[in-house]
Protein backbone atom coordinates (compact mmCIF):
# COMPACT_ATOMS: atom_id res chain seq x y z
CA UNK A 1 0.00 0.00 0.00
CA UNK A 2 2.94 2.53 0.28
CA UNK A 3 4.07 1.68 -2.86
CA UNK A 4 0.42 3.07 -4.49
CA UNK A 5 0.53 5.83 -1.97
CA UNK A 6 3.50 7.20 -3.21
CA UNK A 7 2.79 6.43 -7.00
CA UNK A 8 -0.82 8.00 -6.68
CA UNK A 9 0.83 11.47 -5.06
CA UNK A 10 3.53 11.12 -7.90
CA UNK A 11 1.20 11.08 -10.67
CA UNK A 12 -1.52 13.47 -8.83
CA UNK A 13 1.76 16.07 -8.51
CA UNK A 14 2.58 15.71 -12.25
CA UNK A 15 -0.98 16.33 -13.33
CA UNK A 16 -2.67 13.14 -13.36
CA UNK A 17 -5.82 13.03 -11.75
CA UNK A 18 -5.95 10.07 -9.16
CA UNK A 19 -9.20 9.62 -7.13
CA UNK A 20 -9.32 8.30 -3.71
CA UNK A 21 -10.12 5.21 -4.72
CA UNK A 22 -6.23 4.58 -6.40
CA UNK A 23 -5.23 2.41 -4.12
CA UNK A 24 -7.87 -0.26 -3.76
CA UNK A 25 -8.86 -0.10 -7.28
CA UNK A 26 -4.97 -0.81 -8.63
CA UNK A 27 -5.00 -4.05 -6.80
CA UNK A 28 -8.60 -5.57 -7.91
CA UNK A 29 -9.50 -4.16 -11.49
CA UNK A 30 -6.95 -1.32 -12.10
CA UNK A 31 -7.76 1.69 -12.88
CA UNK A 32 -7.31 4.35 -16.53
CA UNK A 33 -6.06 7.87 -15.72
CA UNK A 34 -6.55 10.20 -18.77
CA UNK A 35 -3.41 11.51 -19.87
CA UNK A 36 -2.36 15.03 -19.03
CA UNK A 37 -1.28 16.06 -22.38
CA UNK A 38 -4.01 13.79 -24.42
CA UNK A 39 -7.97 13.91 -24.59
CA UNK A 40 -7.43 10.72 -26.87
CA UNK A 41 -5.13 8.39 -24.11
CA UNK A 42 -4.74 7.29 -20.86
CA UNK A 43 -2.69 5.38 -18.42
CA UNK A 44 -3.86 1.65 -17.38
CA UNK A 45 -2.02 1.13 -14.12
CA UNK A 46 -2.75 -2.41 -12.60
CA UNK A 47 -1.11 -4.65 -9.90
CA UNK A 48 0.04 -8.39 -10.84
CA UNK A 49 2.02 -10.08 -8.24
CA UNK A 50 3.14 -7.41 -6.35
CA UNK A 51 4.17 -5.49 -9.51
CA UNK A 52 2.91 -2.51 -11.49
CA UNK A 53 2.00 -2.78 -14.28
CA UNK A 54 1.46 0.60 -16.95
CA UNK A 55 0.37 1.32 -20.06
CA UNK A 56 -0.67 3.98 -22.50
CA UNK A 57 -4.54 3.36 -24.03
CA UNK A 58 -6.03 4.78 -26.96
CA UNK A 59 -10.36 5.94 -26.30
CA UNK A 60 -12.02 3.94 -28.87
CA UNK A 61 -13.77 7.11 -30.42
CA UNK A 62 -14.71 5.76 -33.52
CA UNK A 63 -12.09 7.15 -35.14
CA UNK A 64 -9.20 5.47 -37.31
CA UNK A 65 -6.35 4.85 -35.33
CA UNK A 66 -3.39 7.28 -35.54
CA UNK A 67 0.04 5.93 -34.93
CA UNK A 68 2.07 9.40 -34.86
CA UNK A 69 -0.68 10.19 -32.04
CA UNK A 70 -0.23 7.03 -30.17
CA UNK A 71 3.52 7.07 -30.44
CA UNK A 72 3.38 10.99 -28.84
CA UNK A 73 1.08 10.02 -25.96
CA UNK A 74 3.63 6.79 -25.07
CA UNK A 75 6.62 9.56 -26.04
CA UNK A 76 4.99 11.94 -23.31
CA UNK A 77 4.41 9.14 -20.84
CA UNK A 78 7.66 7.84 -20.91
CA UNK A 79 8.80 11.04 -19.95
CA UNK A 80 6.26 11.01 -17.22
CA UNK A 81 7.42 7.94 -16.12
CA UNK A 82 10.77 8.51 -15.10
CA UNK A 83 9.61 11.56 -13.16
CA UNK A 84 6.90 9.83 -11.78
CA UNK A 85 10.18 7.32 -10.70
CA UNK A 86 12.43 9.99 -9.53
CA UNK A 87 9.43 11.37 -7.40
CA UNK A 88 8.80 8.21 -6.14
CA UNK A 89 12.50 7.47 -5.03
CA UNK A 90 12.16 11.33 -2.95
CA UNK A 91 9.37 8.84 -1.24
CA UNK A 92 11.95 5.56 -0.67
CA UNK A 93 9.95 3.67 -3.18
CA UNK A 94 12.51 2.90 -5.87
CA UNK A 95 10.72 0.62 -9.20
CA UNK A 96 13.34 -1.47 -10.91
CA UNK A 97 11.71 -1.70 -14.93
CA UNK A 98 11.13 -5.36 -15.87
CA UNK A 99 10.19 -4.24 -19.29
CA UNK A 100 9.96 -1.15 -21.51
CA UNK A 101 8.87 -1.02 -24.85
CA UNK A 102 9.99 2.09 -26.92
CA UNK A 103 7.12 4.28 -28.16
CA UNK A 104 5.66 2.68 -31.14
CA UNK A 105 7.17 -0.99 -30.76
CA UNK A 106 3.83 -2.10 -29.64
CA UNK A 107 0.65 -0.94 -30.69
CA UNK A 108 -1.08 0.67 -28.46
CA UNK A 109 -4.43 -0.99 -26.84
CA UNK A 110 -7.72 0.76 -27.52
CA UNK A 111 -10.41 0.58 -25.08
CA UNK A 112 -14.10 1.71 -25.18
CA UNK A 113 -15.60 4.03 -22.58
CA UNK A 114 -16.97 1.84 -20.50
CA UNK A 115 -13.38 0.77 -19.46
CA UNK A 116 -12.79 5.21 -18.74
CA UNK A 117 -15.33 4.25 -15.58
CA UNK A 118 -12.30 2.11 -13.95
CA UNK A 119 -10.71 5.21 -13.39
CA UNK A 120 -10.74 6.77 -10.05
CA UNK A 121 -13.72 8.93 -9.78
CA UNK A 122 -13.04 11.83 -7.39
CA UNK A 123 -9.60 13.67 -7.34
CA UNK A 124 -7.58 13.79 -4.76
CA UNK A 125 -7.23 17.65 -3.12
CA UNK A 126 -4.16 18.20 -1.40
CA UNK A 127 -3.32 20.15 1.06
CA UNK A 128 -1.33 23.02 -0.54
CA UNK A 129 -3.90 22.58 -3.37
CA UNK A 130 -6.72 23.19 -1.41
CA UNK A 131 -5.38 26.48 -0.08
CA UNK A 132 -4.44 27.75 -3.50
CA UNK A 133 -8.33 26.79 -4.23
CA UNK A 134 -9.61 28.78 -1.58
CA UNK A 135 -7.44 32.01 -2.12
CA UNK A 136 -9.34 31.86 -5.79
CA UNK A 137 -12.74 32.04 -4.33
CA UNK A 138 -14.67 34.95 -4.41
Do not use: W
Not at 107 to 129: E, G, L
Request: charged share 30%.
Amino acid sequence: EFVLAAAAKALGDLGYTVGDDFRTAVPGAGVVLDLPHSGQHGVRIREHNQRLQLNVVRFDTGDPRDRRSDHDAEDAFCHDFNRMKERMHQEGVDLTMLRADSPGQTPVQVITDASRSRRPSRPVVRPAQAQRERRHQP
